[in-house]
Each structure stands twice: as C-alpha cells, then as structure tokens.
C-alpha cells in the first residue's frame, strides 16, 4: 500500500463528517425506539390528532424522521464514503485518509 | 375471453419475453447467469431490491395483517428505513468484497475470511435454504390465495392458481438467470408500486374522501387503534424486535446480498437505499396499511371473548385486498374500467409474489451448485453444467415449495396453522437468515471473531430460534414436555420474536468463543 498523504481539506472534513455520522446515527436509532419500540407507550390511546389514529400518527411522524436522516446522509456522508472507500475483499475499508486512518 | 384473464395473459407473455432477451443478451457463463456481469445500473438495482423485499407480504400478508390486528402492525412499516439504510452500509461493502473476490454467493466471501471451513460453508447454504423455500412457499400460497378469490366459482382454484405462478417463474428464471430476474423484477416493482397506490386511492374513495375515511377509522374498537393490537400478539417487545430484525434477515437473505454483488458500483447501492426507502415507507404508509383499516370499516371483525375472526365474507386475512378491491373498482369506476383496474391490481400482486419468489429461486440454484455441488460431488464440473444444474435445482425447489403449500392448504394439515398467514411465514424465514447477522458484522467491520465462533454462534442460533418458531411444538405429542414448557416460560417473560431468541444466543456464543480463542490475525487464521 502507498504511503498515506497528508491532506489539508480531508483533515479539516473528515471530523465534522465524523460527528455528522454519529448525530445521524443516534437519531435513527432513536427514531426506531420511539416509532416501534418503548416509544409507542407515550402514546398508546385510542384517540386521534388531526382525524388520524394517534398511533398512526406517530409512526408517520417517525417515518419522517427517517426520511430526513437518510437523506442527509445521501448527500454527506453517504456520497463522501462512496467515493473514498476502497475495500480488500472481505469488505474493510482501504483507503487511508490524511491522518493514516481508515474511513 | 374476459379483460382480467386477457391482462394476466398479457403480463405473462410479457415476462417470459423478458425471460428470453435475458437470454439472448447473457453470456452463458455462471458470473453472467447468476450476477448479470456484475453491471447491474443504479435503476434496476433499485428495483430489483425493492421488488425481491416487497413480496405477497407488501401486498396481501400486510392488509391482512392491519386487518386481523389494527393499527399496531402499521408501526411495522418503520422497518422499511432500516432495510434502507442497511442496503447502503452492508451492501456496498459486500459488492466491493465481492469484485475484488470475485464471489457469487455468500457462503464465498464469508468462508474465504474465515478459512474456508466445511461445515461453515455447509451452514450457510442450510441458512439460505431455510430462508428461500419459507419465503418461496409464501409465494406461492399468494397466488393460490388470489386464484381462490377471483375464481371462487371453480373448486380447485387456489391449487390451480400456486400451480400456474410456479410454473411461469421456475420458467423465466431457468431460461435468463439474474438478468431476467432483474429485468422482469423491474417490471414487477413498477405494478407493485401501482398495484399499491391504486389500492389506497379507491379505499379513500369508496369511503367518500380522506375526512370521511378517518372519520370511519376514529370508530374502531380500542384494541384496533392500539398496542397490542386484537389478539394481543403485538406486544412491545415483539413489535420492536420484528422492526428491527425482519429487515435486516430480508436484507442479508442469500438474493439480496447476490444483488449487492452484481451492483456496479457505490453510486448505484446509494440511490437504490435512498429511493427504497422514500417510496416503499411512503407506499406501505400511506397506501397499504390504510387499506387494512378500511378494510376494518367495510368487513368488520368478529371480535369475542373466544378471540378475532374474519368477516363473514373473508375466507382468508390474507385474502382482504383483492376481496375488497374486487368489490370497490367495479362500483367506482363502472363496468369496463372497473374491470381493467381490478385485472391491473391482481397482475400486481402477481407481480409481488413472482419477483420475491424467482430471486429466491435463482439464489438456491447459486447456493446449491456453488457451495454444494461444484465443491464436494462434482469438483471438476464445467461452469455450464453447473448452470444447468442450477436449473434442475430451480425446478426441484419449486416443486418442493409448491408441495408443502399444497398439503399445507388441506384443513387437516399439521401445517395449516403455521400456514395461515403470509407474515407468519415471512417471519419464520427471517429468523433463520437473521443469524448470518453476526458473522457479516464481523466480517465488514470487527475482525476480531474466530471460525469456530462463527460456527458454534450460527448453530446455536439457528436452533434456538427454531426452537420459538410455529412449527416447534407440534413436533411434540405431549404437549407438557419440559422442553416445550420452558419455552413457553422464557416466551412470557420475554415476548420477542424467535429470529430475536436465536440473534441473541448467536451473538453471546460468537463473542464468547471468540474471546476465549483469542482474536486472530488474517495470516493466522
């Protein structure tokens, strides 16, 4: 493998990239504990908001959530590890970035 | 002849159309048979996936579900985001591991890390077979359960109707390999997507607009408008352990990880995840869940002390789309039109069912003549004779599937219970693929397990969370076993699914083996 270059934009990217992965991460997670999990007790009446099961209701607002999160990784940090990320053939990352790291 | 024949006849002729310019434009070669060249364009491998995840499950196993229980099985459609987000962060990782390895099944790239083993190999192709045959089964029940419907008049139309949809399959797959699937697979999501939409908007109609709809819907039982839903199935821990495990199992199923493989490039699997996840969620709801609660309103329940049944005029849960949809068009839209519609809604759970059911079909022909036969009965066979051999086993899986789903249709099958409702049998598929869940996260991302943990994890799960499936107990006569009862124990104290039961046994045996053999590097192990 070349030896890692050091790269001034990468350096200054890739931990903004970094916490972006991680806000991203934590809220999809907790999108599915409140959509399908303990969540649902905070709402688990028959009543409706808007005409709409509460229920109901709350799974479309966490499907929204999910929508945003997914499509914000696609333009960051989804489309940067596309194109950075090579891999050796069981699949781990190769490419190394400015600091020696893996992406 | 009448308009709804005329249409399936037409979408059946265009599929094996299909199947031959498969033909005509492959390579003859098990790379081009099984992953179309590894060129697979961000467009059809957006629907490919869509289409091999969306089964009879999207379309009838999912109103009848809504309809059987309420608004809780809605909350199920938020896995659709994680299978997204999955098919982006494994997928691309396995289709890069894949080029450079040059795999075609998963059984390849998972033992190639892990040394090659076996009985690991051997495992694996199990899991794949444990997934496709269920899931394939489930195909085929779909369009049994649709022929019984629409020719209700004949006295074997749901045989009938498995027959013909098992025949058609097994034979575009046979003649096309991966690049007919895919295309016909893009045909098919494109009528499912309709199939879907279509579905929703004459539900709102029929029932005099969005208002008037929700207004209706605002009168269900409380059990139908929350948590756990009628039967009480749907319990927390259940709901949350299906969300979050069903889409991955469907996600790390042998076709889908092949689909990985024959992607072109990162691009391609990150638009396929972010359109999956935007249309298929926004399908399921927006346009399929509702339809189980109208179909609450138009056909209520029978709701006592004994437990839920159906409506009357509902044979099957399962049934409840094409039954509702067959009575709604014609009113709506007049005679013809109505009749056009109808045949478009039924070409499109056709639709559903063929596209899982032929990926399926395809992957156990890779699975069997890749990890089994060209590597212990036949070492030194040709690459065309091992696609000819994928071919036999097509026919011979079909077969298989087609049997069990018609002994399991008799009243006096042991097999009815476990049969009776398409999500059953989808979830009884996923707890088994599930269980590569580990081994894969190892493999991308830890790099610290071991061969023999990977074993050891896999068998204990497989058997634990077969162990919580449908068909466990009767396997027993006595229904007292103390085996049985302590299942049913760990069952109430903890109601998760099975695929949950065996993941969880799986992880602890893989960590803890792995832990106690030490972590070891590449050149070591």
Redesign the interface.
Known sequence: MSEPTVDATSTLVRPARKWLTIILAVVFVLSIILGAGPGVLLVNRPETIVGVPLVYAWGILWYIVQVIVVLIAYFTTWKQAAEDMECDRWGAPQTIYGDGEPA | MSIPVLVVLLYLGVLMLLGWMGYRCSEHNEDDYYLAGRSQGWMISSMTIMATFFSSFALLGAPGMVYREG??F??????V??A??CI?LLG???R??GR??GYITQAD?LC??YGGSVVLRLLITLVGFLFAIPYVMMQLKAGGELAAVLFHQYAHAFEAGAIVLSIITALYIMIGGMRSVSWTDALQCILLITGMVLGGIALLVSLGGP?AF??R??ELP?SS???PGNTGFWQ?PM??TV??LMPIGGIIQPAQWMRFYSAR???TL?RG??IF??IL??CF?FAI?PIG?GAQVLYPLQLTADGVSPNAQVDSYDQILVIMLGDLLPELVGGLMGSILSSLIVVAIMAAAMSTADSNLHALGALFTRDIYGRFLRKSSSEGERVWVGQAVIVVATAVSLALVLIGSRPESSLTGFMEMIVGLALFAVAFSVQLLPMTLD???V?RGTKHAAIAGLVGGLVVAFCFTPLFPPLFSDGSAPLLQLINKAKTFAPIHASAWGLTTNMVVFVVVSFLQGSVSNRQR
């Open positions: 608004v809780v809605a909350l199920v459609s938020l896995n985001p994680i997204g987000v982006f691309d990782r396995i890069k591991a450079v390895g790239m190639d890390y208002a929700l207004d819907i605002s409380e408008l929350t948590v927390i709901l949350f969300c979050l490039d990162s691009n990150r995840a972010v996840t935007i969620t926004g709801v869940m609660l493999v991308l991302f790099r």
